[in-house]
Nanobody, 124 residues
Framework: QVQLVESGGGLVQPGDSLRLSCAVSGLSFSDHRMGWFRQAPGKEREFVATISRGATSWYYADSVKGRFTISRDNAKNTLSLQVHSLKLEDAAIYYC?????????????????WGQGTRVTFSP
């Protein structure tokens, strides 16, 4: 059974940093490209970042470029997203996803496996 389990979300303030993690089991992690997506209330799920199988290439949405860093540890079957300088518009549920396809995949429909998400919320 394939499982992707995100963690690390929480209550934040503008300018904060956060590290999101995704533990993957039930599939050959190093044989899958991985990605992060997010979905804010009332909006469609949007691409955040993707990383190749060997962590030799990555691609970011323009809205997060320079603030977010995607990484993976194939020995530990984990995917991470380091987030700096959080903005109000970053509030969303963050999902990790896996695909067996090649190339920079940025559409949710390109990904076959999904986690349940971890929520990032700004404190009032």
């Amino acid at each position: 059974q394939v499982q992707l389990v995100e963690s690390g979300g929480g209550l934040v303030q503008p300018g904060d940093s956060l590290r999101l993690s995704c533990a993957v089991s039930g599939l050959s992690f190093s044989d899958h490209r991985m990605g992060w997506f997010r979905q804010a209330p009332g909006k469609e799920r949007e691409f955040v970042a993707t990383i190749s199988r060997g962590a030799t290439s990555w691609y970011y949405a323009d809205s997060v470029k320079g603030r977010f860093t995607i990484s993976r540890d194939n020995a530990k079957n984990t995917l991470s997203l380091q987030v700096h300088s959080l903005k109000l518009e970053d509030a969303a549920i963050y999902y990790c996803a896996a695909t067996s396809q090649y190339g920079h995949k940025t559409s949710p429909t390109d990904y076959e496996y999904w986690g349940q998400g971890t929520r990032v919320t700004f404190s009032p």
